[in-house]
């Protein structure tokens, strides 16, 4: 969840950054007239797209938040069962040392040694498998990014001036909402 909230935001910001081009055409919906020097009035198209349902709706969002979800289950039940099988020696170790089961103070410290080593190597493949997670996580969120970035720019840069995102955003008309066509664009873009 706590990928997805930062996979929103990235996103956010990104809708954020579409131009700032002025439209023409004085007719255009969801437009606002600004008037500058001249006697003509310019029309700035803007939509609003809320972010948090379009990578809830998105093929792509939802295929790739599915195989995150399911890598770090995988990566979870991995650091488990060696968690588990380091305990044991640990505990294992425990019991020797209490009924004194070690041949000599070398052997005891010997073997107190390897656990250490064996604890050292957990936690480098803990640290190693978190890294992994991050660096997936932060791949699947440029794919997605870079996505809908090319889809604003291909398809909605010509027909709005801005689009809006819920970021700083506190009301828009539904007229102005266009999430719902934007999930289905990239939907149908998706699965060419």
Known sequence: MKNFKTLSVVIAALLLAVSFTQCKNADCNGGVAIPNDS?????????????DSLLRSYTLA?????????????????VNERTKAFEKEVAE?????????????????????RLANNERKLQEY??????EAMQSTQKMQIRVNDSIQNYIDEVLSNAYDIVLTQ?????VTKKMDITEEVIKGLNARYKK
Request: no cysteine.
């Open 126 to 131: 803990v640290q190693k498998l978190e890294l």
């Open 39 to 51: 006697t003509q009035t310019n029309v700035l198209k803007i939509a609003y797209v809320d972010t």
């Open 93 to 113: 170790f425990q019991r020797k040392t209490e009924n004194n089961a070690f041949l000599s103070p070398d052997r005891a410290q010997q073997e107190a040694q």
């Open 62 to 78: 939802q295929e790739l938040n599915n195989e995150m979800l399911q890598m770090q289950e995988t990566m979870r039940a991995n």
């Open 167 to 171: 970021v700083g955003t506190l009301h």
